[in-house]
């Protein structure tokens, strides 16, 4: 029997990952234990995610919408992340990466994607480039010492609780901005893009989520205030990175405090960004095409312009085992999205259970809700048969859309985890004549 071509790619990334697996399991016993102070560090991850889409109610469809039919989906990564002191108070990195895939209707249809780790993937074929290459110089301001744990991009050793922290290089905005603690990893916690950071939070990134910049951070006590720049891609969710700082740009500035709650951790965050690229408004792109009699088009009225967005987090653990976050964000609505997804504003909140209440301390039960919208100048835009680079009904009855996200994670052994997920979207694409849509996702994942 001849075996289709999907399956067969199947196969081969299910033997990959368990390669991956065997490797995690074996690897661990040949590097000794972490030392207290790092001078360099190996350590490497491998993803699986397998996902299946039902079939589901649509009463139209357009150029840039889920499809209605059943679909499946794969995404594979392999990551090394490589790391050297080559100086006292300096981190140097270096994270090779290699991913390969296939989405759900080319990434289209959704405000918030099912599978974080798509935008990485290119295609079926297994394809290498460079995610990161980084220096990290941390600047000893005084006070207690903080130990830090031995980590992907993070030597073991310590540091004093004021410090300022200089980063410089080929990062992830979100490596340091909108980070919590339970949802932010699509390679270990929630799939859904709602949950990587604020929904609305269209950071500088390329089309892998990767980005050129420079950042500082000043920690004193329990406060930590941030700010960076990052190259912002030439066109919305290009490949290729603008060169030219001063004219195409994201900035960033967030504020942090920790605190406890009757002796449990937690924090709080604010955020605010501004985006300045050759980008489209909705109402110019609106008007062109009344004016002209022809379909909204936003690539004939980009211009450079600026694009402003704010977002608050929050996270408290309630027990060892048991904690809590929370997500606000938006921004103006007036222009095209450009390097992050399709929404405008979001809301998400969520819990996080540790195994240990059950005896499986390695395993974790998370769910999560979100609500993404638009704004009523996007709204008109995609109503009058508009596109955009993840949107495109052919026409719009908007309702916000709503997800529902649930796993369970097994820990296998240390380092190897297999997660069952269920993703349950109402008004894909904010569309309440299409959907509802459910997915249920297979990951494997084995990190050393």
């Known amino acids: 029997m001849i075996v289709p071509e999907y399956f067969s790619r199947f196969r081969l990334r299910v033997r990959a990952c368990a390669h991956a697996l065997a490797f995690a399991v074996i690897a661990p016993p040949l590097f000794a234990e972490a030392p207290a102070q790092e001078d360099w560090s190996i350590h490497a991850q491998a993803t699986y995610v397998y996902q299946s889409k039902d079939a589901f109610p649509a009463r139209y469809s357009g150029p840039n919408s889920l499809r209605p039919e059943h679909e499946r989906s794969y995404t594979f990564s392999t990551t090394l992340y490589l790391g050297v002191r080559p100086w006292s108070g300096g981190e140097l990195y270096i994270d090779p990466e290699a991913v390969q895939g296939l989405a759900l209707s080319r990434v289209t249809g959704l405000g918030g994607f099912t599978n974080g780790e798509i935008q990485k993937a290119a295609g079926p074929n297994l394809t290498a480039y460079r995610a990161r290459a980084f220096l990290r110089q941390t600047f000893e301001l005084g006070g207690e010492r903080e130990q830090v744990e031995a980590d992907a991009n993070q030597l073991a050793g310590s540091v004093s609780a004021n410090r300022f922290v200089l980063t410089l290089g080929n990062i992830a905005t979100t490596d340091l901005f909108g980070s919590l603690t339970y949802a932010g990893d699509p390679r270990t916690q929630f799939l859904n893009w709602s949950f990587l950071t604020y929904g609305a939070y269209d950071y500088a990134a390329d089309l892998r989520g990767y980005t050129w910049g420079i950042a500082g951070e000043y920690y004193r006590g329990d406060w930590t205030l941030r700010a960076g720049r990052f190259l912002q891609p030439r066109q919305s969710n290009g490949r290729r990175l ?207």
């Open 242 to 448: 603008n060169q030219h700082f001063l004219e195409s740009y994201g900035d960033q500035i967030e504020v942090e405090r920790k605190h406890e709650l009757d002796g449990q951790p937690g924090k709080l965050q604010v955020l605010l960004y501004r985006n300045v690229a050759s980008m489209a408004k909705f109402s110019e792109a609106l008007a062109l095409a009344q004016a002209t009699g022809t379909t909204p088009d936003i690539t004939a009225v980009r211009r450079s312009q600026s694009k402003l967005g704010v977002g608050l987090g929050a996270e408290q653990a309630l027990a060892d085992d048991v904690g809590l976050f929370a997500r606000a964000s938006m921004h103006d609505g007036r222009t095209e999205t450009f390097a992050f997804t399709e929404i405008d504003r979001s809301i998400s909140a969520g819990a996080v259970i540790r195994g240990d209440r059950w005896h499986r301390a390695a395993d974790t039960f998370s769910v999560g809700l979100v609500q993404n919208g638009i704004s009523k100048p996007h709204r008109d835009y995609l109503a009058a048969g508009g596109t955009t680079f993840f949107l495109g009904d052919g026409a719009l009855s908007y309702r916000p859309e709503r997800i529902v996200e649930a796993y369970y994670s097994v820990g296998v052994v240390k380092g190897v985890s297999v997660t069952l997920d269920y993703q349950h979207i109402a008004n894909p694409g904010y569309n309440a004549d299409r959907g509802p849509v459910n997915v249920g996702s297979l990951r494997l994942h084995a990190e050393f």
